[in-house]
Structure formats: C-alpha cells, structure tokens
Nanobody, 124 residues
Framework: QVQLVESGGGSVQAGGSLRLSCAAS?????MGWFRQAPGKEREGVAR???????SYADSVQGRFTISKDNAKNTLYLQMNSLKPEDTAMYYC?????????????????????WGQGTQVTVSS
C-alpha cells in the first residue's frame, strides 16, 4: 500500500504561482499530478517516471514543472503563470513498479494509488 498526502493548494490571482507537494509513504516508480474541475472529467497534468523523464499536458506545458525528491519520496508541482482555467482539485497518483514507458502511456484510471486532493483556485 502507498499513502499519498497532498498539500500546497490555495487561492491566487491570475498570473500568480503555487507549489504543490505530495508526500508518499514509500518509493514509487511513477508519479503524476491530475486535476478535476466541477462538472469535468479528471485529466492528467504532468507525470514523472523512474528515470526522471517528464511529460506534460499541452495546457500546462511551459508553465508547470513536475519534480521529485526520491530521498524524501515527495513529488512537487511548481505552477507559474496561473490562469482561471487552472482552477480545480489537484490530485497526485502513483504506481510502484511501472517502467518509464508505461508511466507515460498508462491511462488515468490505471493509477492505483491516489491522494485526497488539494484545491487550487485562480481568480481573474
């Protein structure tokens, strides 16, 4: 079992920045950030694989940066130039064993471990 605990959400004006954190109870090979706005499906934001390779949704490319501190089993998401459309509940998710290719390719529903979420609200 893997426990994931997110933190760092909050309210910010458009153009501002936030940094999300996700503390994992143990090492995980693949981790990702996802978000869900009211009335919309959960969508992928960014992922980081065991080899450190990263992937991003087009909507956040160039504005968000995913990183991981393996010594602390902690995932981060640095969010800059925030827009109102970034408003959502943000979740981290993980898998303990996936290869780097699987980490990039697996669907959202394939992730077996999820945090409780942290709310991000961006006002215009």
């Amino acid at each position: 079992q893997v426990q994931l605990v997110e933190s760092g959400g909050g309210s910010v004006q458009a153009g501002g920045s936030l940094r999300l954190s996700c503390a994992a109870s143990t090492y995980t090979a693949c981790m990702g950030w996802f978000r869900q706005a009211p009335g919309k499906e959960r969508e992928g934001v960014a992922r980081i694989a065991r080899d450190g390779s990263t992937s991003y949704a087009d909507s956040v490319q160039g504005r968000f940066t995913i990183s991981k501190d393996n010594a602390k089993n902690t995932l981060y998401l640095q969010m800059n130039s925030l827009k109102p459309e970034d408003t959502a509940m943000y979740y981290c998710a993980a898998d303990r064993t996936w290869s780097s290719n699987s980490c990039r390719a697996r669907s959202t529903r394939d992730f077996g471990y999820w945090g409780q979420g942290t709310q991000v609200t961006v006002s215009s």
